[in-house]
């Protein structure tokens, strides 16, 4: 079946606006990630959703981050006031509800903030 | 807390082998995961070994676990030019849900 997207592929705004991201899970997968990668760096985890239970929000790193999730299907994360430092991909991974399963990753959105 | 750590570049000829290391810090890791990078794009699962294995193969890739030194390495047998990548090692621990990555290897094939 079809994999993780996300949409849009580039977002470019300006300082001080908000940006809303979106991310299509794989279909059947309970578990939803938010990860952002920076210029030359590793991934950082941002959010986790486990199907209907309280999401993990200990990687967000500031009140400006937050992110939804309806049921089992799509996240969108929203990043209010942007700030040059908020540029990065930031990229969606869904996992099956299973422990020992692995994440899988979208092409992830390319947010650059002028 | 945990943390992973890879080279930064690595170089092989065409044809060579390549060995992409990595360390990690968490003794209570359970799985540990190599993903493939390419230029624009997202991230690629390409193999990943759970922690009571020392050594699991798959078609050119060799992943080998030293649990005592946590140590993880992958290795691609007769690199081509179509590996050259970015490669990340990943850890999952049992108390987290989320993947700790390393900061990723450059490899380039040189022809």
């Known amino acids: 079946g079809a994999g993780v997207s996300q949409s849009p592929s580039n977002k470019v705004t300006e300082k001080g606006k908000d940006v809303e991201l979106r991310c299509d899970p794989i279909?059947?997968?309970?578990?939803l990630y938010w990860y952002r990668q920076r210029l030359g760096q590793g991934l950082e985890f941002l959010i986790y959703?486990?199907?209907?239970?309280?999401?993990?929000k200990s990687g967000l790193p500031s009140d400006r981050f937050s992110a939804e999730r309806t049921g089992e299907s799509v996240s969108t994360l929203t990043i209010q006031r942007t700030q040059q430092e908020d540029s990065a991909v930031y990229l969606c991974?869904?996992?099956?509800?299973?422990?020992?399963?692995?994440?899988?990753f979208g092409p992830g959105t390319r947010l650059t903030v002028l | 807390g945990e943390d992973v750590e890879q080279s930064l570049f690595l170089s092989v000829r065409e044809g060579d082998s390549s060995v992409i290391n990595c360390t990690y810090t968490?003794?209570?890791?359970?799985?540990l995961y190599w993903y493939k990078q390419e230029p624009g794009a997202g991230l690629q699962l390409l193999t990943y070994?759970?922690?009571?294995?020392d050594m699991k193969q798959d078609q050119r890739l060799t992943v080998l676990l030293n649990k005592k030194d946590k140590h993880l390495s992958l290795r691609i047998a007769d690199t081509q030019t179509g590996d050259s990548a970015i490669y990340f090692c990943?850890?999952?621990?049992?108390?987290?849900?989320?993947?700790?990555f390393g900061s990723g290897t450059q490899l380039t094939v040189l022809p």
């Open positions: 990943a850890e999952r621990s049992g108390s987290a849900r989320q993947l700790t």
């Open positions: 959703f486990q199907g209907n239970s309280a999401p993990d």
């Open positions: 279909s059947g997968h309970t578990a």
């Open positions: 070994i759970f922690s009571n294995m």
């Open positions: 968490d003794s209570s890791s359970t799985y």
């Open positions: 991974a869904s996992r099956e509800a299973s422990g020992g399963s692995s994440q899988y």
